[in-house]
């Protein structure tokens, strides 16, 4: 029998709340697949499962709020006979997407709304319905998950407890390096010139492909810091620092970022970002991040001095990438530079490796064609 | 089409990145006022590209700072 828990999808999650379940009793599931659709304070997250198994039953209830770890399904592994009798299966209750959302935004249960659209769903008008008809609502408990109304202040509260741990705990050092870029930036031209836009590079992608080739020989930076001990990370999975329209950042992960090619790279950039904003990103991709890049060259910023997202141990920013005074052959010229600067955890590695880590970042980022 | 329905798709598109924006000042550098990073800068010429079939430069962003020019740089493409 495997038990599905609710998984930690980051340093500030304590709890999720079950939009809804993907699946059903007697559904086939395999590894990789999304099984549950699970609202936490950044972010409405696709919950992925690690096992192949037939659904036995739902405990968790749509619009219950569980903390991490609570067993919210039990299924079958493959090949293992189905329990003797079986949970009757749950008869699904189909809502439109549209009443869903109404739903949510007027505090109404959906799940036990008469339906009155096709085939018994329940559409907008049967929402509307139900909200006239509630009785005047009491206080919500304490454990309820926050009305949309109340996102951003959510996102605030994730963002302020996963910094401050990481400023009362982790005790930060912080290098910086400034890199000429004209190579880089004359290369990324040449590449993006005959392409047409939607398959143009960022200098963001390269900076990224980058960062996780330097982290190959720099693994004491790619991990956690868990039970007062360096843990390090099996892949090099790099989060981005994504800021979000409405205010507040999320940093989900790139699996596997020094193995992908820069195009596709690029890719997964790009579709990372959309689903971000979009609100549909994978729990793998919120639970795995080994380390964080963040970039604010855009906003113009000089050089970033940046926090680590705990347990992670290091983190790396980006300023802009402009011309800047450059000495070189005992010549000043103006040559466009960023400064890559890292904030890395004490305990884990020490000031000599970060920096070490810097120049070879440095390398190559002066040697794109290698990227 | 003309620039008047070619500022409309502009500002369609622009509205899809950024749903809170409520105007756009014509002549003002646009990245800023929209707050448009290099990923939506990006994402909003392929919107362009995919409405209204026009290749963009990269060699041409320079050309492009405000919605003025923009408009006016796709109308003269799209003649």
Not at chain 1, 320 to 346: C, Q
Request: glycine share 6%.
């Amino acid at each position: 029998m495997i038990e599905f828990k609710l998984p930690s999808l980051g340093a500030d999650m304590d709890e999720g709340k079950l939009l809804e379940w993907k699946v059903k009793p007697g559904d086939k599931v395999k590894r990789g697949d999304v099984v549950a659709v699970v609202e936490t304070p950044k972010a409405a997250v696709d919950v992925e499962i690690w096992q192949d198994g037939v659904v036995q039953e739902l405990i968790t209830k749509s619009g219950e709020t569980v903390p991490v770890g609570t067993v919210m399904a039990r299924l079958a592994a493959a090949g293992e006979a189905p329990a003797a009798a079986p949970a009757p299966a749950m008869t699904r209750h189909p809502v439109s997407p549209a009443a869903r959302k109404h739903a949510r935004e007027l505090g109404v249960d959906v799940e036990k709304l008469p339906g009155s659209g096709p085939h018994g769903a329940v559409i907008v008008g049967d929402v509307d319905k139900a909200a006239k008809a509630a009785p005047p609502k009491e206080a919500p408990p304490m454990k309820e998950a926050p009305p949309p109304s109340d996102k951003a202040l959510a996102m605030r509260k994730a963002i302020a407890a996963a910094m401050s741990r990481s400023k009362r705990e982790i005790p930060h050092y912080y290098l910086s390096q400034t890199v000429p870029m004209q190579r880089a930036q004359d290369w990324l031209t040449a590449y993006n010139e005959k392409r047409p836009v939607t398959e143009r590079v960022l200098m963001g992608a390269l900076q990224l492909k980058a960062v996780a080739l330097a982290l190959k020989d720099f693994p004491d930076l790619n991990g956690f810091w868990k039970d007062n001990a360096f843990e390090p990370a099996s892949g090099i999975h790099v989060g981005v620092a994504i800021s979000l329209r409405q205010g507040g950042l999320i940093a989900p992960a790139i699996h596997d970022a020094a193995e992908r090619s820069l195009d596709e790279l690029m890719k997964a950039l790009a579709d990372l970002v959309r689903r971000a904003r979009a609100g549909s990103l994978r729990s793998s991709e919120m639970s795995d991040p080994t380390i964080t890049v963040t970039n604010l060259g855009d906003q113009s910023v000089d050089e970033v001095f940046p926090i680590i997202f705990p347990p992670q141990v290091a983190i790396v920013g980006f300023g802009r990438v402009a011309p800047r005074p450059w000495a070189e052959d005992g010549m000043i010229g103006a040559v466009p530079t960023v400064v890559a600067s890292l904030a890395a955890d004490h305990r884990a590695s020490d000031g000599h490796r970060g920096a070490r880590f810097l120049a070879a970042l440095a390398v190559l980022l002066q040697e794109p064609e290698k990227l | 089409m003309d620039g008047e329905e070619i500022r409309k798709v502009v500002l369609a598109e622009l509205k899809r990145i950024a749903p809170e924006l409520e105007a756009v000042a014509p002549a003002k550098p646009l990245r800023d006022q929209v707050d448009l990073d290099s990923m939506d800068w990006l994402n909003f010429l392929v919107a362009l590209n995919e409405r209204l079939k026009i290749e963009i430069p990269e060699a041409d962003y320079r050309k492009l700072g405000t919605l003025e020019q923009i408009v006016d740089y796709l109308a003269r493409k799209s003649a």
